[in-house]
């Protein structure tokens, strides 16, 4: 096991980009887990006096390293708190998402029958509807919250997962081990869970890799809309909002956390494009 995983990581570490973007996320997650005790101000303390001022390389008198927005408030701490709302966005609505998308794809790969063609009704159903539109809507009815935004989020991205699953579970059911336990006897469920789910689990993995970056993105258009946590938390789309009515004036207070939301999501997808080249079947032997 301990080899294998060695093994992994060598070959992971190989390609410097990956190693580069695997370095952005373990920044971004050291942030998100300790920020709160290491930043160098109150992310909420306003301080009037102290409002609009630049960064410390444009000739700043302060002691603000990124500079302060419109309430005095320093940016660097409210990145770093912010990066905790992002994360917790991101993996927890991917994993809601993997959780229904896996079950409605196992489900519907193995029975496909009327149970299976129902299911990918309602993927079809919810494909044809745009995501933004849709998270808008169900974000104005249940309200503005952490909690509602990742429900929401969650429970309209489970597509991807369902219709990967189902379309290997498609061929899987027919392999031989599969059709041994059938025949031995193998309850339904022991069927998908033992045999099916263990063999898609490279493409789930490779899936979210990728799926967490779409989610900051999303969490991010709904906060800067208004529509995502309540403004007493910092979060990276509602910073963006905050100061697009200073760009002429004061064009860090919007674009550090516009630079924060395009570094991280390049870090995520270097690490997940280097997953995909791991462990997609078609791709193991390509070594960047």
Known sequence: MHRSLYRFLHRFLRSKLAAFGLLIVATVIFAALIGAWIVPFDPSAQDIMERLKPPLWEGSEGIHLLGTEALGRDIFSRLVVGAQVSLLVGVASVVLSSVVGIGFGLIAGYEDRYIGRFLMALTDIQLAVPFLVLALAVVAVVGASLWNLILVLGLTNWVQYARVVRAECLVLREREYVQAARVLGASTPR????HLLPNV?????VISSLLVAKMILFESALSFLGLGVPPATPTWGAMIAEGRNYIGNAWWVAA??????????????L????????????????EN
Do not use: C, E, H, Y
């Not at 069927?191 to 033992?194: C, G, H, S, V």
């Not at 689990?201 to 993995?205: A, G, N, T």
């Not at 550090?256 to 997808?269: K, Q």
């Open 256 to 269: 550090m956390p516009g630079l924060a939301i395009f570094i991280t999501v390049i870090g995520i997808n």
């Open 201 to 205: 689990m490279s493409s789930v993995i």
């Open 191 to 194: 069927i998908l869970f033992r």
């Open 271 to 286: 690490v997940g494009d280097r997953l995909r080249d791991l462990l997609d079947p078609r791709l193991k032997q390509v």
